[in-house]
């Protein structure tokens, strides 16, 4: 049973940056695909980006092209989204996820991804 544990979230100015970590354990997610999401209260989750199993291919939602990068490093068994130029509007809780590479594509934001983190709060303010 693979656990995912976000951190790096906090308070950042408008036009800040921060990066987001995804530690997994109990298992190598080098099998997975992986992505990002955020929610804010009140509202649906929403797709930020994903990553293949072998971090050769990402893919981005529209609001976080230019602005956010995903990457992973598979030795350390972990995943990272860096944000830059952040916005008001970027607050939310960020979550990452894991699926297995031939069952979630990652160009599909309603992919069905088999384990989940509990989320890292971000917020932009000044």
């Known amino acids: 049973q693979v656990q995912l544990v976000e951190s790096g979230g906090g308070l950042v100015q408008p036009g800040g940056s921060l990066r987001l970590s995804c530690a997994a354990s109990?298992?190598?997610?080098?099998?997975?695909?992986m992505g990002w999401f955020r929610q804010v209260p009140g509202k649906e989750r929403e797709f930020v980006a994903a990553?293949?199993?072998?971090?050769?291919?990402?893919y981005y939602v529209g609001f976080a092209k230019g602005r956010f990068t995903i990457s992973r490093d598979n030795a350390k068994n972990t995943l990272y989204l860096r944000m830059s130029s952040l916005r008001t509007e970027d607050t939310a809780v960020y979550y990452c996820?894991?699926?297995?590479?031939?069952?979630?594509?990652?160009?599909?934001?309603?992919?069905?991804?088999?384990?989940w983190g509990q989320g890292t709060q971000v917020t932009v303010s000044s």
């Open positions: 996820a894991a699926g297995a590479w031939a069952k979630v594509p990652i160009n599909d934001p309603r992919a069905d991804y088999d384990y």
């Open positions: 990553i293949t199993h072998t971090g050769n291919s990402q």
């Open positions: 109990g298992g190598t997610v080098s099998g997975y695909n």
